[in-house]
T-cell receptor, first 113, second 116 residues
Framework: QKEVEQNSGPLSVPEGAIASLNCTYS??????FFWYRQYSGKSPELIMS????GDKEDGRFTAQLNKASQYVSLLIRDSQPSDSATYLC?????????????FGTGTRLTIIP | DADVTQTPRNRITKTGKRIMLECSQT?????MYWYRQDPGLGLRLIYY???????NKGEISDGYSVSRQAQAKFSLSLESAIPNQTALYFC???????????????FGSGTRLTVV
């Protein structure tokens, strides 16, 4: 069973600060990693994908990947109240043509005004 | 209209009843998935289909069945509903050849199912 681990939180961060969300995964062969944002009662929304070691930036979001440590993180700069949500880490695994996503349980983030 | 549409949005049913959740998509994706979400357990894969003739069990398929009626339609059935199937159910689609999302899933709005 492929596992994706996240701290469930809640993680509270003051408005304007940096929120740091972490994820570890068990399948060393995984190549693709995703972060989804889910507001309460709503469906998950893809916000970042990362495939190579290092950092990937998109606006206020930065995804970081370290395959050797099997670790993925998401940084949110200048946190806003609208960033309050649950963030799901997802890892793609499986043979070519049979890939599937496994999701972590999510980290609930609250931005304090 | 939404790219991935799920019906119904909410449903309350009694133990032992058969119920069908429907999913349709306009994205033209071959791959479709059914997940359930429970508090503290995250999203768990029930069934998935990579094309119309392909149906595969996920990690929690017991008590569920699916039908892929067309590329755009993927239905989930609970043959005899039980209370521990109370959950939020999501349909999703993906297309590995989609350069903008590259395996990122597009989710429907979800069906909140309560079995009493």
């Amino acid at each position: 069973q492929k596992e994706v681990e996240q701290n469930s939180g809640p993680l509270s961060v003051p408005e304007g600060a940096i929120a740091s969300l972490n994820c570890t995964y068990s399948d060393r062969g995984s190549q693709s990693f995703f972060w989804y944002r889910q507001y309460s009662g709503k469906s998950p929304e893809l916000i970042m994908s990362i495939y190579s070691n290092g950092d990937k930036e998109d606006g206020r979001f930065t995804a970081q990947l370290n395959k050797a440590s099997q670790y993925v993180s998401l940084l949110i700069r200048d946190s806003q109240p609208s960033d309050s949500a649950t963030y799901l880490c997802a890892v793609l695994w499986g043979n070519f043509g049979n890939e599937k996503l496994t999701f972590g349980t999510g980290t609930r983030l609250t931005i304090i005004p | 209209d939404a790219d991935v549409t799920q019906t119904p949005r909410n449903r309350i049913t009694k133990t032992g009843k058969r119920i069908m959740l429907e999913c349709s998509q306009t994205k033209g994706h071959d791959r479709m998935y059914w997940y359930r979400q429970d508090p503290g357990l995250g999203l768990r894969l029930i069934y998935y289909s990579f094309d119309v003739k392909d149906i595969n069990k996920g990690e929690i398929s017991d008590g569920y069945s699916v039908s892929r009626q067309a590329q755009a339609k993927f239905s989930l059935s609970l043959e005899s509903a039980i209370p521990n199937q109370t959950a939020l159910y999501f349909c999703a689609t993906s297309d590995p050849s989609d350069g903008t999302s590259n395996y990122g899933y597009t989710f429907g709005s979800g069906t909140r199912l309560t079995v009493v």
